[in-house]
């Protein structure tokens, strides 16, 4: 009699285990998009909600964010059956251009969604555009002219005027002069040159000015490593 109420209690105590568990669900579903931003959105944020659909404690176990993106601890680590807790998150695109995401991966207790990747989405709408947004010149050789170039483009329906502020090294020339315009939807090349006297490696930049409101600087990195041509290296003697 004992062996059949010993069974009857596991059974049961089994049947609870298996029917009481949390459900973890976020509020509007496993992505946030903001859609289309600007540059000056940048950090973008929101608030996104945590909810416990199931019949016992939720329990929040981990946040670990992607690079670029942060998110703070939810307000509550454990959330009862029904209720629910809020997690802020933002997200950086100021190096951003068109569509750019990240991921969150979130841990919790329960069974089904124990490491969720919450997707955070936005399109970067750059009114000046540079491709690529660097000029890099690899192993150039020195007292030889190299050139390298990026296309600037103007996204709005306004002409922006660009003007000179700064270039390092200062004997890098650049095919523009001083001060151009870009018409609306307009795309130029820039192209860059430069004679490296020594052999080295250096990092520099291009600044220009504009009278874009939203966008009064702009900037092109520049990375050059020169050497010695092999053919004069110094024999060994």
Not at 60 to 81: E, L
Not at 163 to 171: G, M
Not at 199 to 204: H, L, S, V
């Amino acid at each position: 009699m004992n062996k059949y109420i010993f069974l009857l209690f596991f059974l049961l105590i089994t049947s609870i285990q298996i029917y009481a568990q949390p459900k973890f669900t976020i509020v509007g579903g496993d992505e946030y998009n903001w859609g289309d931003v600007k540059v000056k959105d940048s950090p973008l944020k929101a608030t996104i909600i945590f909810r416990n659909d199931g019949n016992t404690n939720l329990i929040i176990t981990g946040v670990h964010p992607n690079c670029g993106c942060t998110a703070a601890k939810p307000s509550k680590d454990t959330i009862i059956p029904g209720d629910t807790t809020k997690m802020d998150i933002s997200y950086n695109v100021s190096k951003a251009t068109g569509v750019s995401s990240k991921h969150i991966r979130i841990e919790t207790n329960d069974p089904k969604r124990e490491k969720v990747a919450y997707r955070i989405t936005a399109n970067v709408v750059r009114e000046i555009s540079i491709t690529p947004t660097s000029m890099r010149f690899q192993k150039i050789p020195v007292e030889v002219e190299s050139s390298q170039s990026v296309k600037i483009k103007n996204n709005t329906d306004q002409t922006i005027t660009f003007s000179l502020l700064k270039i390092t090294p200062e004997d890098f020339k650049i095919n523009t002069p001083d001060k151009f315009q870009i018409q609306p939807f307009e795309e130029i090349e820039l192209i860059g040159s430069y004679t490296p006297p020594i052999a080295n490696y250096q990092n520099g930049k291009i600044i220009f000015k504009t009278d874009n409101p939203d966008n009064p600087k702009v900037e092109i990195s520049l990375q050059i490593q020169s050497q010695v041509p092999k053919e004069q290296d110094t024999p060994n003697n």
